[in-house]
């Protein structure tokens, strides 16, 4: 049976047209990318929204994105890390590695889940100031984060261990794990939040109750005969042969979201020195608009992963190509269209999380300058993202760290110094880190998958019938 399902899949992401088949699979990861942006773009939109101290309370809970995100990134060192190289092996027609890779990576992020869980819950205070607080601010912040940590395990579940049932190129089932939770989500917020008068610690409520219940679908769908890779008792234990590839992979996207929380540090930071909770509040709302255009083009990406990967671990450099191409056309499309919407209409994109006239002005003026090169995210995240998928794991790493840590961060902290708008110069740094990034990672990708697509092609010509 479970050979029969395998052939199957192999039909799928090795031989049907490369272009219906990414549509087929990049629709419900995008799906999924974009509702999975409800978790924490409702819960500011409401929060946004409250009488007399939604502004403060969005800032307030700006702060707690560090932490939000590096629970994201854990959750990606091992998922990500852990589903292409399971990928690869159904593509050589190793199943029983592909499934202890599952196993080990599902033991790992649940050891991981529980010292995470007592980390930021003995630390949080201290964290939360480091990363921005006022005094005015830090209440709420604290309210929001108290109770989201408790479901660390959950969202490290769910996103996580999604990726493995994305790597059977069954995205639909993937998208439902988002999907399901997502709406919840919504359902469950305005309830929390204004009929029970909980404020921002409904919010968070809201939010783990909907991961808990998107982590329980993953697992059991992993556990049961429609999945082709079975999360089995005997292979749920630490193997660090399979593991240690999968996190040197993961690092990759670990590092992107990981920097992401110290990039969010940086730039609060810098804000409230600057412009205070005001600058503070608007970049709350950058960060949410900055999420509506990362997270479909990472669904995009992670739908063109399995026939990458597959297709790689199978010696089609043909089909490698045409994953590659249709991927980057579709991602410019997108990324093109966002940024003309960010530029010609600022106002009524602020307007979406909060009314205060002020903290709208801010934010309209701010999103332009922040996205002046937006569209380049296309060519950074498509590129960046196929790397991880031949398992270039050094290179991702480099690419990682090159647009964040050895780019950008300098320059929100070097800029001020030589600009007499110190604000501006803050929000300047982005696309001038954007576009830098961008060019690296373009020149990079195409000297590299030249050489990847030759090396593929001599072992296809040598590899027995």
Known sequence: MRKGKQNKREADLGRDPVGPLLIRLALPTICAQVVNLLYNIVDRIYIGQIPGEGALALTGMGVTFPVITLISAFAA?????????????????????????????????????????????????????????????????????????????????????????????????????????????????????????????????????SQAVSAAWVVVFLSGSKSTLRLRKAFLRLDSKLLLPAVALGASPFVMQATESLLTVTFNVSLQRYGGDLAVGAMTILTSVSQMVQMPLLGLAQGAQPILSFNYGAGRPDRMKQSVRYTLIIACVFAFSVWGVVQLAPHAVAQ?????????????????????????????????????????????????????????????????????????????AEPVADFLAAATTTTLFLFRFRHILRETEQKSQTRPE
Not at 88 to 95: P, T
Not at 125 to 149: H, M, Q, R
Request: aromatic letters at 12%.
């Open 77 to 209: 060192l091992i998922g990500m890390g852990g589903s292409p190289r399971a990928s690869i092996f159904m593509g050589a027609g190793e199943h029983e590695k592909a499934e202890r890779t599952l196993g080990t990576c599902s033991a790992a992020l649940w050891g991981l889940s529980i010292v995470l869980t007592v980390l930021f819950l003995l630390f949080q205070e201290p964290l939360l100031v480091l990363f921005g607080a006022s005094p005015d601010t830090l209440p709420y912040a604290l309210e929001y984060l108290n109770i989201y940590v408790l479901g660390t395990i959950f969202v490290m579940t769910a996103l996580g261990l999604n990726g493995f049932i994305t790597a059977q190129g069954k995205s639909g089932v993937a998208m439902k794990t988002v999907l399901i939770g997502a709406v919840l989500n919504v359902v469950l917020d305005p309830v929390f939040i204004f009929v029970f008068g909980m404020g921002v610690r409904g919010a968070a409520i809201a939010t783990v109750i």
């Open 352 to 428: 979406m999380f909060n009314r205060n006239t002020e903290l709208v002005d801010m934010t309209a003026w701010a999103l332009r300058i922040y996205f002046a090169v937006g569209f380049t995210m296309a060519f950074q995240n498509t590129f960046q993202q196929c790397f991880v998928a031949l398992g270039e794991a050094k290179i991702s790493l480099f690419l990682a760290l090159e647009r964040k840590v050895i780019l950008l961060i300098p320059l929100i902290l070097i800029l001020p110094q030589f600009m007499s708008d110190k604000l501006f110069a803050v929000f300047c």
